[in-house]
T-cell receptor, first 117, second 119 residues
Framework: AQKITQTQPGMFVQEKEAVTLDCTYD???????LFWYKQPSSGEMIFLIY??????QNATEGRYSLNFQKARKSANLVISASQLGDSAMYFC??????????????FGSGTRLLVRP | EAGVAQSPRYKIIEKRQSVAFWCNPI?????LYWYQQILGQGPKLLIQ????????DSQLPKDRFSAERLKGVDSTLKIQPAKLEDSAVYLC?????????????????FGPGTRLTVT
């Protein structure tokens, strides 16, 4: 079964600096997908970025980029130029196949990021 | 485009009482998910629907939890009777149907959640 591990319960970063949130995964599938979601204090999960296992380039979305190292099974999220509004919980997730070829998401335990002014 | 709607946003009940949550997914999204998120943890999938059929309910405590998605649109999740350990945020999400081996993201869009407190 797939597993997602986020080893950083909490992180601090100074405003305008970059920060890396760690995520490692375990899967025996050849094709898989990795996601990062942000959860502010309001509670809603917000999709940030996606990386497919066959994508040769690291995914980028604005200030978010995904440092994908397939051999090491890691998919770290990099946030550049941190803003106060980036303070939130961040979850790494992976697709797990279901019997009917659809998928469900398996989430890690999350990292709480606090941006200091 | 309207997002995923959920109600109520907050609910406080006593143990052994019943409670129901409602979810309206994004228009056109055939796949609907219910997650339970206990404080300090990541979301855990309870049940997944494709249209009005159940795709996965392996982690749904079926002795007390039930869910339905009539007509393949709105969905309700019910707990009867509630226990103290059911205190959590219940998140509903929807997406276009995606295949596990596809290259598309088919990301899930989440509602604001319902915070349930069982006393």
């Amino acid at each position: 079964a797939q597993k997602i591990t986020q080893t950083q319960p909490g992180m601090f970063v100074q405003e305008k600096e970059a920060v890396t949130l760690d995520c490692t995964y375990d899967t025996s599938d050849q094709s898989y997908g990795l996601f990062w979601y942000k959860q502010p204090s309001s509670g809603e999960m917000i999709f940030l970025i996606y990386q497919g296992s066959y994508d040769e380039q690291n995914a980028t979305e604005g200030r978010y980029s995904l440092n994908f190292q397939k051999a090491r099974k890691s998919a770290n999220l990099v946030i550049s130029a941190s803003q106060l509004g980036d303070s939130a919980m961040y979850f790494c997730a992976m697709r797990e196949p279901l019997m009917d070829s659809s998928y469900k998401l398996i989430f890690g335990s999350g990292t709480r990021l606090l941006v200091r002014p | 485009e309207a997002g995923v709607a959920q109600s109520p946003r907050y609910k406080i009940i006593e143990k052994r009482q019943s409670v129901a949550f409602w979810c309206n997914p994004i228009s056109g999204h055939a796949t609907l998910y219910w997650y339970q998120q206990i404080l300090g943890q990541g979301p855990k999938l309870l049940i997944q629907f494709q249209n009005n059929g159940v795709v996965d309910d392996s982690q749904l405590p079926k002795d007390r939890f039930s869910a339905e998605r009539l007509k393949g649109v709105d969905s309700t999740l019910k707990i009867q009777p509630a226990k103290l350990e059911d205190s959590a945020v219940y998140l509903c999400a929807s997406s276009f149907p995606g295949l596990a081996g596809s290259e598309g993201s088919y990301e899930q869009y989440f509602g604001p959640g319902t915070r349930l407190t069982v006393t």
